[in-house]
Each structure stands twice: as C-alpha cells, then as structure tokens.
C-alpha cells in the first residue's frame, strides 16, 4: 500500500489499482475512506472488535491512546475533574459548549425536575427476584421508558431529542436507587429536587424514612468525579451498541437499554465488579505473585482485571485522577476499606514492573480503583457497573442525538467474511 497527499492507493491482486480517498479530522490520524470498496472494487475489508475501523464521524469525544489522552468538546478531562461538575460536562456534552451561568442553572433545573418515574414504573420491580441483579433491572426499566414515552419521540423533533436526554439523565438515579433498594429489601426512596444530582442518588440509595439520613460531602463530591471521568469515551463497546441499534431509528430508550446490556460485560464496564471480587479472592499481598503468573499463563483464561485497554498504551488519564481521588476518601471517609486498598496498589505496582504488562502496554484502567471508591462509600459490588452506567448514560445520550441527527446517516449493517458451507442441495430428512 502506498501514500500519496490525500489518496491512498492499493494494489489488488489481478494488478489493477485502487485509489482510496483519505480523510483528516481535527486531530488524530487520518481514516481511509472505503464507503466506496465494495462497489467500486468488489471487495469488503475484514477487522473483528473494529481494532483500526472508525464507525462514524463524531465531534464529541477524542482519545490519544499512546499519550493518554482524553478530551469532551475539545476539553482535557484533567480540567474538567478539576474545575467542572457533572451537570455542566453532562450539558457540554449533549450541546457542544460549555454553559453560561444561566444556561447551566436552567439545564440543572430541568434535569432536578424529571427524577421522578411515572408511579407504574415502579411496579416493575415487585416483578423483580429480590435478589436480581441491579444492571439487569436497570436495562429492563430503561427499555420500559420506551413503552411510557413512545409518542413524543420524533428523532427528527429537537425538542423531542431534548426531552430523551433529559429524561435518561435525570430518572436512570432514581431507577438505580429503586433497583438496590429492592435488593436490600428497603423502601423505595423518592426523589428530593433540592438535592444536587449525585446528593439526591446518595439520598434516594441511602436514606431510610424512619430517620434522617446526612448526605456526606465528600461521598457527593467523589461521585461527581467519578461520573465525570465515566460520562464519554468516544466509540466504545456500548455507546456503538447504542449507535448501531438507534440507526434502524429504533426508540432511543430501547437503544440505551442496548447500551446498558453491553455495558455489564466484564471485559467493559463489568470489569469494576470484576476488579473488587479478584482483590477479594487475592485476598492477602502474599498472593499477589501467583495471580500475577495465572494472568500471564496463556493456559489459564484469569485476567488481572482493570488493567489494559484497547485504547489506552501507556496510561488511563481517568485512572490516575481516580486514584488520587481513593487516597482523598480512603483518608477522609476513615475507612476500614484501607487492606483492600493497599492490595491494590501493591498489585499495581507488581505488575507494573512486569516484563509480561510492560511489552503488551497493559497499565490500570478506570476500573482498577473505581471499585475501590464505591465500595468505601458503602455502595455494593453488584451496584459498581450500575454506577458507571449512570455517568456514561449522558454519553450514550449525546451519541444518539449525533447519530440520528446526521444527514448521511445509514442503518449500521456491517459485512463479513463468510466461511460456512457453499451452496449445497437440500436432502429429504428419510435420505439423511
Ligand atoms: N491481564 C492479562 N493479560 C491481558 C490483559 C489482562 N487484564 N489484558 C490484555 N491481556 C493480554 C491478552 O492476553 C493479549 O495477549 P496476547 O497478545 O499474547 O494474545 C494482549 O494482552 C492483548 O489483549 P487483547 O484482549 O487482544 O486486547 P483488547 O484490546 O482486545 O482488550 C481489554 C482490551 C480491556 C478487553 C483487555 O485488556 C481486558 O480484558 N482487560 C481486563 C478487563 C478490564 O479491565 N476491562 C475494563 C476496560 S476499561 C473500562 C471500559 O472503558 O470499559
């Protein structure tokens, strides 16, 4: 294959050429454009998990995977942790910019007045085992809001768009709150519209009514960073599964309850859940050196969990704001979390220096310590990816809107290389 300018040119093997067009974005490299391929030239091109395939154009979310890289809108998260809150980045996400003062104050109030599920939703989850899993009631109640709001989502009404992403933002807490207070076998604790986003979930999570419940700061302002770091990472697994079930301009509530499935997956946002029960079955430091060697033996399918990723090669921006953030509340919340912990950074630091993570650019991930957080501000294990799930819900949402809003926007319908049998006639079952 060889370059020139804004062409990239290919040899088939009968000899002929091919001259592909290249396309630049902003930043980052520039993408081959093989819309063309099939028709022009009579062949697809191949690349299960999408490894070197860009799916859309999307002016969202950038990554840079060799230097750690991660920005929304053309913002470094790093600034965004530190000066931002979730309610502004969730509004710079869904409209581009960044808000005024009163354009944030009127977008926080829209989204404090939708926390409330029509009363008959909340019926769904006396259908619920007691004992279900909180990630597999939040997708079936998300995919519920598509039966509650049907009508008034026209894709191609602006308003209409608005109010889906108002409601998956403001209602996914209150659905999540529900789901683990029906694990817990505790009243449902309804919404309190004074609160601020993350103070309302750790309200509606924890409150009991026979009495009063105080809403720890530091728990908020941890939550809040968290949802930060989560709310976008351009065309991951579920934000594409949003995508590619929203082009067949399915209800977008179906779409994010899609998003929500492929979410739990533990090679994806399951993989916080995963991170807590490894350290637990770890156990001790002395342990460390063996799971290391499991994760590295090719015969055994254990993994260290919360390391590695597809994009990142050298370091997890969001993972080293988050671990800055487990020192914060490990010493203000006086937890007793502080063995677990400790495991973790010790198991860190071993693999670290391993020549096995160090040659496959396997480094800690969000996951290794967003875990570790959660856990110390008393949410359950089962309700970690539930957590991930409520920051990237925005994500989720922003990528809909772009999706569907796009004028050369096609129905996603990948093609493949076919490997079964060639044509064969049928055989009666008595000739079998
Ligand atoms: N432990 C041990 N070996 C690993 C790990 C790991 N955590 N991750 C990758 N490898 C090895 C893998 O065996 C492979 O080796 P080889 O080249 O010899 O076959 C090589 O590294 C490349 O791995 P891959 O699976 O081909 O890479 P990928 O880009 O397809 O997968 C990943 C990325 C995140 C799924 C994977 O690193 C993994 O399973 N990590 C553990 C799960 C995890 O922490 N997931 C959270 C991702 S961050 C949150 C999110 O955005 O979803």
């Known amino acids: 294959m060889t370059v020139s300018q804004d062409t990239y040119r290919l040899t088939s ?20 454009d093989i819309a063309r391929l099939y028709r022009d030239h009579g062949v697809f091109t191949y690349d299960p998990g999408f490894v070197a395939t860009g799916s859309c154009e999307s002016d969202i979310t950038f990554i840079d995977g060799e230097k750690g890289v991660l920005m929304y809108r053309g913002y470094p998260v790093e600034q965004l942790a530190e000066h931002s809150s979730f ?9 581009s910019e960044l808000p005024t003062e009163a354009e944030l104050s009127e977008f926080d109030n829209t989204i404090r007045m939708h926390t409330m599920l029509n009363e008959g939703m909340l019926n769904f989850f006396k259908g619920f085992r007691y004992d279900a899993h909180p990630m597999a009631m939040l997708s079936a ?36 709150a529900a789901a683990y207070k029906l694990n817990i076998g505790q009243p449902f604790i309804y919404p309190r519209n004074d ?20 809403i720890d700061p530091i728990a908020a302002e941890a ?54 029960d490894m350290l637990e079955e770890i156990g001790d430091v002395s342990q ?39 020192h914060k509340v490990m010493k203000q919340l006086d937890r007793k979390d502080t063995p677990v912990f400790d495991l973790a950074l010790e198991l860190e630091q071993v693999a670290l220096k391993d020549d096995y993570f160090i040659e496959k650019n396997l480094y800690p991930n969000v996951d290794f310590y967003s875990g570790i957080i959660y856990r110390a501000l008393g949410i359950p294990t089962s309700m970690f ?35 079964g049998p060639a044509a064969r006639d049928y055989t009666p079952v008595e000739k079998r």
């Open 13 to 32: 093997p009968d000899g002929s050429e091919m001259e592909l067009p290249v396309r630049s974005g902003t930043v980052g490299p520039d993408v081959i």
């Open 87 to 95: 309610i502004e980045v969730a509004y710079l996400l869904l409209n």
């Open 141 to 176: 109640v998300v995919g519920s809001m598509s039966a509650y709001y049907h009508d008034e989502i026209d894709a191609t009404n602006r308003g209409h768009r608005n109010i889906f992403s108002h409601r998956i933002l403001a209602k996914l807490p209150t659905i999540a």
């Open 195 to 214: 609160l601020n986003y993350c103070e309302n979930l750790l309200h509606m999570l924890f409150a009991v009514p026979a009495e009063p419940y105080e």
């Open 223 to 276: 939550l809040d960073l968290l949802f930060i770091l989560h709310a976008d990472h351009e065309q991951n697994c579920s934000t594409s599964t949003v995508r590619m079930a929203g082009s067949s301009g399915a209800n977008p509530y179906s779409a994010i309850a899609a998003g929500v499935s492929a979410l739990w997956g533990p090679a994806h946002g399951g993989a916080n859940e995963a991170v807590l």
């Open 288 to 326: 460390i050196g063996k799971y290391v060697d499991k994760a590295k033996d090719k015969n055994d399918p254990f993994r260290l969990m919360g390391f590695g990723h597809r994009v990142y090669k050298n370091f997890d921006p969001r993972a080293t704001i988050i671990r800055e953030m487990c």
């Open 385 to 419: 990816t539930v957590m991930f799930a409520l920051g990237r819900s925005v994500g989720w949402a922003a990528h809909w809107r772009e999706m569907i809003s796009d004028p050369k926007g096609k129905i996603a319908r990948p093609r493949q290389l076919y490997t």
